[in-house]
């Protein structure tokens, strides 16, 4: 195999006309009739009151950032994962540290409250 | 609010000389209150004497002597009979007593239900707008000069619509000139409606508490009327903060067929079925209902085998109704409807008992002044009629019930997503006038089947089920705990029910003479308190006909209820409340 | 032909192929559900449209394609065309890297049952089963309805719940096979003669668990909660937009069925399998086939959570496990070596 990115390259490409396709023959052929009413936002049968795009209150956005930190770390875990066979057991047991700090981190964002919705 | 220990049972008139008297027109009992002392009175009846619990209020119009009528019924939760006084303020001009939301919350959707049908302006309230007509609504629909492009009579209870058996449209005879007044400048295509927006000003005032809040923006979300889970076209306007709800308005009316003033057009007799359209899936208990009130005034003496054949159907329907109260509830938690398609299985055996006795499988139309209209047939179903039922209440309920309890009352899911939601006080409650198993479901035990036995409910061994935290849980286990005295009731039921004699008393007519006066039958419906207030002047038709619809009162407290919970917990919440539109919007 | 002819031509008919199986794989899990939820709800489901209602997906897709499309006055035009494609692609473009059975050697020439055999197949896997949710977000945003923009964000809060825990359980089969590449993971099942599943117990239903977080799908389908947002997400599509966002979840649904049989379920492996190798293609799909009629019954079975308590499951329940599971491998495999 000379590179399977190229492979998934190729694939991509096909798998791009997939979803495209149905959606323009069905552009094509389906009717097209547009009055305002129909294109009303739904809101139950009711007119929508007041602007959509406010300033939304996202009650997780704590646990957005701690999922940044968290996620960025456990990435780190794949490779010493991969490799852990060639380690010797200080380098193994340094992942297991690792491990055991993100989890010290988990506990104490627990105890301080920032796993609850604000 | 706590009731004395030892209620006072001095009379009203003695209390309070001078603003109160005994109502003395014939046929008509309690007390007439005058408006200016209201509250007052309210409140000692509340507190002194321990009427805790306001049934039912309603406004009759007595166009004759120039007076607008609030009817109050308030029940002890001890038991006995309801206390009814009444205030008059007569109909010219704009009228307007004393709200009684500050002593009875409960009062409050009712209060504006009489304002919105009657025009009488409650002072005090703390959210008068029009309940179930819209905003615009030109008139006073049941006050009895207000009249209906359709039928321009006052009664004409025998009349077809359709004279020489032709049928015509009304529209191309009645060019709605007589009684359809436009407001000036009026123009129906480019109407737009401002009621919405009153709604939406109200929502827009309340805040959460600065120190919870960060600064974002608050929206304004319509659920419903068209929404798969508000059980019909219900809607609630719900102001959100993220996804918690910091306010919550429940809009009703779009099924609105102003039942009442049909009702007082029709005979005494052509509301019985009419009754079975109110609360569709428990059309039973709706007739009960309806004939214990006109009975009274009847004075008719219903005999045994029909009281059994009364309390037989009820109980069943009692089953059914809650069955399909806990499908929908798990369904609206998100089960995808299996638990309710398993549910719904038992409920169409249940079904097939109305069917074959009644006619119909929903809209039964079983009672009559007096008895029920039929017999049980010999077989359903190809089984002796006595045995299906007797192998119905006897095996396949309480199997099913066992099923259901298995398989959802542990869930853990289930558990974490009712427990704690939406938890309703005792206090609030009773203040409230929940009913039903809302009320039960509080802990608090008050189940008229009981409190003020009617039928041959005092003869039945069965106990009040309730349960202590008044949260969504613990009304899916009062249903449950229900059905199964439901299913006790039943098997006593067959055991003593006679095995012949009339079903009727006297003849089944189509006409009754119905004395002058008022009643307020009531019954324990599955949903609650189902009230019946009637009023004659021996016409052949009601003077009036109100209906306590449980399903609308009960409503009352959702928005207290969802508070501070999630969007997804409204619905639940609702779920557990177990409305039906057919009775909310009347 | 050169090396780089005969490649593509390898590839396109690979992709081709795949993607023609995933359609079908589709609209027939479309009609699988529906059969199976019927039969778990005591009715029959469909039976009118062909011999056993076999042809309803085909009358499915024509209604879909003959569909009225319509876009809301206030939406983002571009975003809200998008939306959907963002979403499918991603789903498709997972299933490139699962292999599905050994390979076979014809006349000399070697096919490979896998499109591409990626050294980093589980990054691979990790980094374009998160992608879908930008889809999932986008749809919910342009549309510029307050219920579509609702389930938009659950799904973001459904991804920073659930991914960690999804990645996490990930480590030990890697640990395992000291390899991220998926044929390697198989290889290690077969070498130690037993499942994955079997040894790491607790990673395999985590994995299964935050899979159907990642899906969507019932317990955990606030995006799309028809009971409080009606749609959610895709409240205001309709026609083939819809179709897409169909596809896209039931095509992903057979990709993490896909991913769990190859992580945890041994992949295709299976008796004579090496003797035969197409026969992997048969023992993979019958194990994809197991885990989606398992997701459906749990679809058929389970209420939904509410998706505060499915953060908080997802933080205090599912991570802390994961972490331990992987700390517990790791000492362990310490004192075995």
Redesign the interface.
């Known amino acids: 195999m000379l590179n399977p990115w190229l492979y998934i390259g190729i694939f991509l490409i096909v798998v791009f006309i997939l979803p495209g396709v149905p959606v323009l023959i069905s552009a094509l052929i389906a009717p097209r009739k547009p009055n305002p009413i129909k294109n009303a936002t739904y809101e139950c049968g009711v007119e929508t009151v007041g602007d959509t795009w406010v300033q939304f209150k996202v009650q997780y956005y704590v646990f957005a950032l701690l999922f940044v930190i968290f996620d960025v770390e456990s990435i780190f875990l794949f490779p010493w994962a991969v490799a852990y066979n060639q380690m010797n057991l200080f380098m193994a047991l340094e992942g297991v540290l690792f491990i055991l700090i993100l989890t010290g981190g988990l506990a104490y964002i627990w105890k301080k409250g920032g796993l609850e919705w604000v | 609010m706590v009731a004395p220990s030892k209620p006072i049972t001095q009379d009203l008139t003695e209390r309070f000389p001078g603003a109160v008297s005994k109502d003395t027109r014939p046929g008509y009992e309690g007390y007439i209150v005058s408006a200016n002392k209201l509250t007052e009175v309210a409140t000692a009846i509340r507190d002194e004497y321990g009427y805790e619990y306001l049934a039912s209020v309603t406004g009759v119009d007595y166009i004759a002597d120039g007076k607008l009528e609030v009817v109050y019924h308030a029940s002890k939760m001890s038991g006995g009979a309801s206390l009814n006084f009444k205030v008059q303020a007569p109909r010219d001009g704009e009228p307007e007593i004393p709200s009684l939301v500050g002593v009875w919350q409960g009062a409050d959707f009712q209060e504006r239900e009489v304002y919105d049908l009657y025009g009488l302006r409650f002072s005090g309230h703390p959210d008068l707008r029009r309940i179930l007509m819209w905003e615009e609504f030109e008139g006073w629909p049941m006050r009895k000069d207000w009249k209906e492009v359709y039928y321009e009579q006052d009664a004409k209870p025998f009349k077809t619509r359709w004279p020489e058996g032709s049928v015509y449209r009304i529209e191309e005879k009645n060019r709605f000139n007589k009684n359809v007044r436009y407001p000036k400048g009026f123009d129906p295509r480019s109407f737009k409606s401002d009621g919405d927006e009153k709604l939406y000003a109200l929502m827009r005032g309340e805040h959460l508490p600065e120190h919870q809040r960060i600064n974002t923006d608050e929206i304004i979300v319509n659920m419903g009327p068209q929404h798969p889970s508000t059980h019909g076209v219900f809607r609630v306007v719900v102001k959100l903060d993220g996804e918690s709800v910091v306010d919550l308005k429940p809009v009703m009316g779009y099924l609105h067929r102003n039942h009442e003033k049909i009702g007082e057009r029709n005979t005494w007799l052509m509301n019985m079925p009419y009754t079975d359209r109110l609360d569709y899936l428990s059309g039973m208990g709706n007739n009960h209902g309806y004939a214990l009130a006109v009975e009274k005034l009847i004075g008719s003496k219903v005999p045994e085998r029909a009281e059994y054949l009364r309390v037989l159907m009820v109980e069943l329907n009692r089953i059914a109704n809650h069955l399909w109260a806990i499908g929908f509830l798990i369904n609206d938690l998100g089960a995808f409807q299996t638990p309710m398609l398993y549910l719904a299985k038992q409920r169409e055996l249940i079904l097939d008992i109305f069917e074959a006795t009644a006619g119909s499988r929903m809209m039964c139309n079983y009672m009559r002044f007096g008895g029920v209209v039929r017999d049980l047939p010999s077989r359903i179903r190809d089984e002796d009629t006595l045995d299906f039922i007797t192998d119905l209440v006897a095996e396949r309920l309480p199997a099913a019930l066992d099923e259901i309890e298995t398989l959802l009352t542990f869930n853990e899911i289930i558990r974490t997503r009712s427990i704690g939601v939406g938890v309703l006080p005792a206090k609030q409650a009773i203040n409230g006038s929940a009913a039903g198993p809302l009320l039960r479901a509080s802990g608090v035990p008050y189940d008229l089947r009981r409190a003020d036995p009617y039928s041959i409910y005092d003869r039945l061994d069965f106990k009040v089920c309730t349960r202590p935290n008044g949260d969504v849980y613990d009304r899916y286990l009062v249903r449950i705990d229900e059905m199964r005295e439901s299913i006790k009731i039943l098997k006593q039921v067959l055991r003593d029910m006679p095995a012949s004699g009339a079903i009727m008393d006297g003849e089944s007519k189509y006409t009754h003479k119905v004395p002058n006066g008022e009643s307020y039958g009531r019954v324990e419906n599955p949903k609650g308190e189902l009230g019946y207030y009637v009023v004659s002047n021996g016409a052949p038709n009601p003077y009036r006909y109100h209906v306590r619809a449980p399903s609308f009162i009960n409503l009352t407290m959702l928005g207290d209820l969802c508070k501070g919970h999630k969007v997804a917990d409204i619905v639940v919440i609702l779920g557990s409340i177990d409305i039906v539109l057919g009775e909310v919007d009347r | 032909m050169n ?2 002819t005969v ?2 031509i ?3 008919i ?3 192929v ?2 023609l199986v995933l ?1 079908t794989g589709f609209a027939y899990m479309t009609y699988a559900e529906r059969k199976v ?1 019927a039969g ?4 029959r489901g469909p039976n009118r449209i062909g011999p056993l209602g076999l042809l309803q997906p085909a009358a499915d897709g024509v209604k ?11 939406a983002d035009k571009l975003m809200f065309n998008l939306a ?2 963002i979403t ?2 991603p789903a ?2 997972i299933m ?2 699962i292999p599905v059975a050994p390979d076979w050697i014809v006349n000399g020439y070697t096919v ?1 049952f896998v ?5 980093v197949g ?2 691979y896997l990790l980094a374009i089963g998160s992608i879908a949710v930008y889809g999932i977000v986008l749809a919910g ?1 342009a ?5 579509s ?2 389930g938009g ?1 659950r799904s ?2 459904q991804v ?2 659930y ?2 825990a999804f ?2 359980s ?2 030990g089969p ?2 395992l096979a ?3 590449s998926l044929r390697d993971i198989v290889h290690a099942q077969e070498a130690r003669g037993i499942w994955f599943m079997f040894l790491q117990p607790i990673g395999f239903l985590l994995f299964f668990i935050t899979g159907l977080a990642e899906l969507n799908r ?2 955990f ?2 995006p799309e ?6 749609a959610g997400y895709f ?2 599509y309709s ?3 819809f ?2 966002f169909f ?1 896209a979840e039931y095509i992903k649904m057979i990709a993490v069925s896909g991913m769990v049989v190859t992580l945890y379920m041994g992949g295709y492996l299976g008796p004579f399998v090496n003797q035969f190798p197409p026969l992997g293609i048969a023992y993979f799909s019958a194990k994809v086939f197991f885990l989606l009629f398992t997701m459906i019954w749990i ?11 499915l ?2 499951f997802g ?2 329940f599912a ?2 496990v994961a ?2 599971n ?2 517990a491998t ?2 362990v ?2 004192y075995v ?1």
Request: glycine fraction near 4%; hydrophobic fraction near 55%.
């Open positions: 090396e780089v490649i593509i390898d590839a396109a690979k992709a081709a795949m993607a359609l939820i778990i709800q005591v009715r879909l394609f003959l569909k009225e499309d319509m876009m809301p006055t206030g959907p494609i499918s692609i498709l473009v490139a890297v490979r499109v591409a055999d990626l050294n589980v990054l945003w549309s510029d309805s307050k219920y923009m609702m964000l973001t809060a920073i719940s991914e960690l990645g996490l990930m480590v890697m640990l000291q390899s991220m019932a317990p389908d606030m909660a028809e009971q409080e947002l009606t409240t205001e026609s083939m937009r179709g897409m596809m679809r058929g079975t389970l209420p939904r959570l509410r998706y505060d308590q953060m908080s933080w205090k991570l802390p972490m331990l992987v700390l790791a000492i495999l310490v070596m």
